[in-house]
């Protein structure tokens, strides 16, 4: 969310049937079914009206799906998650779906390097009445997690943090991460499959957009895997999503 496509990139990925949450699921009408029967009925009103909103942006193809939200809502609830931070905010699909599930005294700290996006949903954030449990800041969000790691005080005190921002910044992120966040927290990578292209040959011919951040989707899966200061769990939900669990 908070990198940038290049324009021609967002609508050659808007035309692309497989691109986004959707390609991970071999039929449409399957993944329609799942929105129909498990997503939409439950959906918050304050939720539906963002990502109605949403769907009417040009770089649409940025924001988290529905039954991705939904999921990181019941995951929050489960761990009874209270303070949390969220790098790449857009429009804020999933920042609304954390606002939501956080107790009322909950926080999220927000960075993105676009304010614009993330007034266009802001009204509707405020009309649901969580507004108050975000703290926004514009700009990349390296600097501020180094000021974060400085203090020691800040080691170890966040419940759980959502990545889905710059993938070439991932693993620098994950560095700074593992220190914010507690022992048995979580940290949830976005777009770990990046439309199924992680698993093509490395000469597979594929849209620009997709073969430019493979290469750093790749390198951050591989780093998981192997990192002794986590147990991970791969999830196709979404494009791909990677719990990380600080042990």
């Not at 498990?38 to 990502?51: F, G, I, N, Q, T």
């Not at 290469?215 to 990380?244: H, K, W, Y």
Request: net charge negative.
């Amino acid at each position: 969310m908070a990198f940038a496509y290049g324009l021609a990139d967002l609508e050659q990925a808007g035309s692309h049937q497989g691109f986004g949450h959707k390609s991970l699921l071999q039929s449409e009408a399957l993944y329609q079914y799942i929105l129909d029967t498990s997503v939409y009925p439950r959906e918050h009103e304050a939720m539906k009206e963002l990502r109605e909103m949403t769907a009417k942006h040009p770089w649409n193809a940025m924001t988290t799906s529905a039954d991705e939200n939904q999921f990181l809502s019941m995951l929050l609830k489960l761990i009874n998650a209270k303070n949390t931070m969220e790098i790449g905010v857009y429009t804020g699909s999933s920042l609304l779906a954390t606002a939501l599930a956080l107790p009322d005294d909950g926080k999220i700290l927000a960075m993105d390097v676009n304010r614009e996006y993330y007034e266009l949903g802001l009204p509707i954030i405020k009309k649901a009445g969580v507004a108050h449990k975000i703290d926004f800041r514009e700009g990349p969000a390296l600097p501020v997690l180094d000021k974060l790691v400085e203090d020691e005080k800040n080691h170890g005190t966040f419940d759980f943090v959502f990545v889905d921002a710059d993938k070439d910044n991932y693993l620098n992120y994950h560095e700074r991460l593992i220190k914010l966040v507690k022992v048995g927290g979580l940290i949830g990578y976005d777009n770990t499959l990046w439309n199924g292209s992680v698993a093509a040959p490395a000469d597979a011919p594929l849209p620009e957009y997709l073969t430019y951040y493979r290469q750093f989707v790749v390198e951050l899966n591989n780093a998981l895997a192997v990192d002794p200061r986590i147990e991970i769990c791969m999830l196709s939900v979404g494009d791909g999503v990677t719990l990380c669990r600080r042990i």
